[in-house]
């Protein structure tokens, strides 16, 4: 795989709210993409979902919400998110919204943070910068197992040149 094809992957995983850091990091270290530039790239794309995701709730969501199937998803969704943080956030404020999205498991990223955010009345600023913080400390965690993991597989197997 080329590697523009390689980085268009990685930016794709890196916003995508599935994979997010999770997919996008060890998918382009696989792909031959050196961890110290994957992990910065994939970070800032990931962090680039808290300003997006806010936009789409202040503008589209509103239309949205009018559809049946949007918004019985949305509600469902939103119940979801809001039991997940509001202990966190109620103990911890903003800094609640970090340590949330700093866990790398599914549904804990920069979505589903910043959707619970927004929901519980954080400002803006204080969303992005929050959901920013965590996305580091989750794609630093990611990297670091990704890494080390690779090291591990690699006293067990012997690489080969083509």
């Known amino acids: 795989m080329s590697m523009p094809v ?23 270290i696989a792909h031959g993409l050196p961890w110290y530039f994957a992990y910065p790239f994939a970070v800032v794309l990931n962090a680039l979902v808290a300003p997006a995701c806010w936009i789409f709730l202040s503008t589209l969501h509103k239309l949205f919400l009018k559809m049946n199937w949007y918004s019985n998803f949305f509600e469902r969704f939103v119940a979801r998110a809001r039991n997940k943080l509001r202990g966190n956030v109620e103990k911890w404020g903003w800094l609640g919204i970090a340590a949330f999205v700093a866990i790398p498991l599914p549904i804990t990223g920069a979505w589903t943070g910043t959707l619970g955010a927004w929901m519980l009345g954080l400002s803006r600023k204080r969303t992005c910068a929050a959901v920013t913080l965590g996305v580091i400390a989750a794609g630093a965690i990611v990297t670091l197992i990704t890494v080390a993991g690779i090291k591990a597989l690699d006293i067990f197997t012997k690489r080969m040149e083509l």
């Open 6 to 28: 390689v980085l268009l992957w990685t930016a794709f995983l890196s916003f995508l709210p599935i994979s997010e850091l999770r997919g996008a990091i060890p998918f382009s």
